[in-house]
């Protein structure tokens, strides 16, 4: 009789939930939120035309489902440990989005700038989640 790694539905809800926190720090004054503005050229008239609700929505779901499709991959992968889901994560993120999204950014004439700042969300939420995942394990006894 053995274990089975299986999915710790509650780290892959605490991983959506701190994902949350990832955009709004990124998009802030501190970091890259004015430039972000400069780059995309908007005005405080086109802020005021998003629901953030359903925005804000859209990223809790877009988060869940991006947790557990980790969680997922790391059970089939028998991903055991935070460096083993820090680095299946970046290479999730690198070959099915970064390079992904830079080359539709590119062909939109979109700058590259743009499109890292864009990226570091989604990399630091992928990395928090994997380093989450990958060390708080749940098993079943068979």
């Known amino acids: 009789m053995g274990t089975t790694l299986r999915i710790n539905h509650v780290a892959v809800w605490v ?16 970091f890259f939120g004015i430039r972000w503005v400069e780059l995309n050229e908007l005005t405080e008239a086109d802020f005021s035309k998003v629901d953030m609700g359903i925005g804000l929505s859209l990223s809790f779901i877009s988060s869940l489902a991006e947790a557990y499709m980790l969680a997922w991959l790391f059970k089939r992968m028998h991903v055991t440990s935070a460096v083993e889901g820090l680095k299946i994560s970046l290479l999730v993120w690198l070959a099915f989005i970064f390079l992904e999204i830079t080359t539709q950014n590119y062909f939109s004439v979109r700058s590259f700038e743009l499109t890292l700042i864009d990226e570091s969300v989604v990399l630091v939420k ?16 068979q």
């Open 15 to 30: 991983a959506a939930l701190l994902a949350q926190a990832v955009a709004p720090l990124i998009y802030s004054e501190v």
């Open 126 to 141: 992928y990395e928090i989640a994997g380093i989450l995942l990958g060390s708080w394990k749940k098993y079943s006894e």
